[in-house]
T-cell receptor, first 115, second 114 residues
Framework: KQEVTQIPAALSVPEGENLVLNCSFTDSAIYNLQWFRQDPGKGLTSLLLIQSSQREQTSGRLNASLDKSSGRSTLYIAASQPGDSATYLCAARTWGNTGFQKLVFGTGTRLLVSP | DAGVTQSPTHLIKTRGQQVTLRCSPKSGHDTVSWYQQALGQGPQFIFQYYEEEERQRGNFPDRFSGHQFPNYSSELNVNALLLGDSALYLC?????????????FGEGSWLTVV
């Protein structure tokens, strides 16, 4: 059974800092890994998708890496801004017992960036 | 291009009642999944629909049921509501049930059971 863990659970930093969010998964047989952002009381916004054959993906100030063999992914946020304050969730896409895929989520990292 | 849309946004129900939540997938998407997110937790997979059939199911009781229509929209039904069913219910859509495409989520339906 796939389990996804995110560390730290919460993070508070001053504006301008570079930071790293960690995600680990127990079963390396993943199809891909997706990072999401969730603002309070809102749905999920997709940030980056890394296929299992890829090592990293970049979008603006965000960079996500994937190491399947060690069961780890990291989300790097450069030059953090107050608008980055949100909960960040990682999700591993795995195969269910019917051969169809589903997402298994971590519990998220709650980020607060202070001006 | 409208994204994933869900209705209603918020609703309050009494224990024992039944509720129906609705979802329209992103244009061009044919696969719909439902997730339950309790406060402070990550979303938990409920079930997935493709070609109008339930293709896989998470660890949820039979009180949770769903449907997918020919236009790919979907409904989630929960019977005999319990206080513990209070959560944010998220609908997700993608193209192709076994593809590596990005999965998109709606804004969710907040269900409070009193």
């Amino acid at each position: 059974k796939q389990e996804v863990t995110q560390i730290p659970a919460a993070l508070s930093v001053p504006e301008g800092e570079n930071l790293v969010l960690n995600c680990s998964f127990t079963d390396s047989a993943i199809y891909n890994l997706q990072w999401f952002r969730q603002d309070p009381g809102k749905g999920l916004t997709s940030l980056l998708l890394i296929q299992s054959s890829q090592r990293e993906q970049t979008s603006g100030r965000l960079n996500a890496s994937l190491d399947k063999s060690s069961g780890r992914s990291t989300l790097y946020i450069a030059a953090s801004q107050p608008g980055d304050s949100a909960t960040y969730l990682c999700a591993a896409r795995t195969w269910g017992n019917t051969g169809f895929q589903k997402l298994v989520f971590g519990t998220g990292t709650r980020l607060l960036v202070s001006p | 291009d409208a994204g994933v849309t869900q209705s209603p946004t918020h609703l309050i129900k009494t224990r024992g009642q039944q509720v129906t939540l609705r979802c329209s997938p992103k244009s061009g998407h044919d696969t719909v999944s439902w997730y339950q997110q309790a406060l402070g937790q990550g979303p938990q997979f409920i079930f997935q629909y493709y070609e109008e059939e339930e293709r896989q199911r998470g660890n949820f009781p039979d009180r949770f049921s769903g449907h997918q229509f020919p236009n790919y929209s979907s409904e989630l039904n929960v019977n005999a509501l319990l206080l513990g069913d209070s959560a944010l219910y998220l609908c997700a859509s993608s193209w192709g049930q076994s593809s590596g495409n990005t999965i998109y989520f709606g804004e969710g339906s907040w269900l409070t059971v009193v």
